[in-house]
């Protein structure tokens, strides 16, 4: 059985300032160094490890931004009993797709990454 770990997002004012790592490992509960006192706190921007790791060795979470084969961009979620890989064009495994994918930021420090680009328009067009 894999190690449930997290990372949740630490925000002071609205802005993102970091993370914190928490989870049950080697048989004990390592706990947020928020200050946080109620477990609803900890959880509300966690992320949890997904047990694997992108074609770079990147450890892989939910909220994680991915790019699949170097053109498809999209965001790590837990869903339907598994984690997924959700896009504009759908939403497939993320153990199907591990392979070709490489983390590239994450939600909370990068949420532009999802945006979709401006399309440039030049005049006459």
Partial sequence: MRE??????????????GFHFWG???G???SPETGISFIED???NSGQFTGLRDK???EIYEGDVYLWRDKERGEVVYGHAC?????AKGRWSLESMVKDLVVIGNIHEN????EPKAESVTEGE
């Fill in 83 to 87: 984690f997924d890989c959700k896009s």
């Fill in 28 to 30: 004990g509960f390592t």
């Fill in 24 to 26: 049950f490992s080697k």
């Fill in 42 to 44: 900890t959880i509300k």
């Fill in 111 to 114: 949420p532009d990454l999802l």
């Fill in 56 to 58: 770079n060795g990147v």
């Fill in 4 to 17: 449930l770990r997290y990372r949740q997002a630490i925000y002071t004012n609205g802005k993102f300032r």
